[in-house]
């Protein structure tokens, strides 16, 4: 039983012991008599010599006629008893951390992972942003497939001026150039927005900020608790600390994907966006639950 104690309750309960002792330690010798004849001692030193010095053990002085100094010693002894009781604040409170420990270190969590969570909400943009770009030229190759021959012609316009000015027009041909402008018109609109985006490089900014964010958000997200168990000696498991896990984990997912989406796994490219998507709502969770330990961080630390 006494071996799964606390290392702290054992030291208090060796100090104890250790009082007890000095405490009693006054009365645990046999004080000769002073009234006791030279024979009787000479006869007690020739029975058991042994048993004599034993008897007359008094490192603390107790022996002593005068009453004071029997008061004093015991005085001395009860004194230092309570030396032995007295806990050191430095078992009490632990290593001092310093400036880690104060109001400037325990904000640093709750400010980087304000600005990480802003920075989620880009780094999603900028990977929905790569995503479109990635399929527009699906689209718009499905929509070219639409359109009717244009019999050499660039575009519907040149091709529906050849097809008027010919000596027999072809009403039913004119008609259907003249029903997919429209769809060039889409194709040029969708083709610019391509281009747009490439020039942006959504791509590599949205590779270079998920890595950023990763590796930031799973440093400070693992500083948190530790900055709490410098302070308070403890940690506190509640929904934060829950959903702060869960978020590094789905980071984690997020991030093994990435090899089977560059060999073009749809499958990975869905458990990707679902585990960031969820990992935003943990997000917006966070802050919620992780305000008013803010306040309380305030309350209850000092600069620096």
């Given at each position: 039983?006494?071996s ?9 309960i ?10 009693t ?15 009787t ?12 010095s034993?008897?007359t ?21 009860i004194?230092?008893a309570?030396?032995?009781m007295?806990?050191l604040?430095?078992n009490a ?16 969590h ?7 969570a ?6 999603g943009?900028?990977?929905f942003q ?9 689209e ?13 012609a ?15 027009v072809?009403?039913?041909y004119?008609?259907?150039l ?7 018109s ?10 747009d985006?490439?020039s942006?490089g ?6 270079s ?10 440093a ?14 403890k940690?506190f498991?509640?929904?934060?600390l ?5 978020l590094?984990?789905l ?38 639950s992780g305000?008013?330990?803010l306040f309380k ?8």
């Amino acid at each position: 039983y006494f071996s799964i104690l606390s290392i702290t309750t054992q030291k208090m309960i060796y100090r104890f012991i250790v009082a007890a002792a000095l405490a009693t330690s006054a009365n645990g010798f046999t004080m000769p008599s002073s009234s006791a004849s030279t024979s009787t001692r000479l006869s007690a030193l020739d029975t058991d010599a042994f048993e004599t010095s034993i008897e007359t053990f008094d490192p603390l002085n107790l022996s002593e006629e005068n009453p004071s100094s029997t008061h004093n010693n015991r005085a001395a002894a009860i004194a230092a008893a309570a030396a032995f009781m007295t806990p050191l604040s430095a078992n009490a409170a632990g290593p001092d951390w310093g400036i880690f420990e104060g109001r400037i270190g325990s904000l640093l969590h709750p400010a980087t992972m304000f600005a990480m969570a802003a920075f989620s909400l880009s780094t999603g943009l900028l990977g929905f942003q790569w995503r479109r770009q990635r399929t527009l030229g699906d689209e718009i190759s499905s929509l070219k497939k639409t359109l009717p021959n244009l019999a050499g012609a660039s575009s519907i316009a040149d091709a529906l001026q050849t097809a008027q000015s010919a000596e027999t027009v072809d009403s039913a041909y004119v008609a259907k150039l003249k029903a997919a402008m429209p769809i060039e018109s889409q194709i040029s609109e969708l083709q610019k927005e391509r281009k747009d985006l490439a020039s942006a490089g959504p791509r590599d900014k949205h590779f270079s900020q998920g890595a950023l964010l990763a590796f930031i958000g799973t440093a400070f997200a693992i500083e948190g608790p530790l900055n709490t168990y410098a302070r308070a000696g403890k940690l506190f498991p509640g929904p934060h600390l829950y959903a702060g896990a869960g978020l590094v984990v789905l980071w984690a997912l997020a991030a093994a994907m990435v090899p089977a989406m560059q060999k073009g796994n749809d499958a990975a490219r869905t458990v990707h966006i679902g585990a960031n998507l969820a990992g935003i709502g943990l997000f917006g969770w966070q802050v919620v639950s992780g305000v008013p330990i803010l306040f309380k961080v305030i309350e209850f630390t000092k600069w620096p």
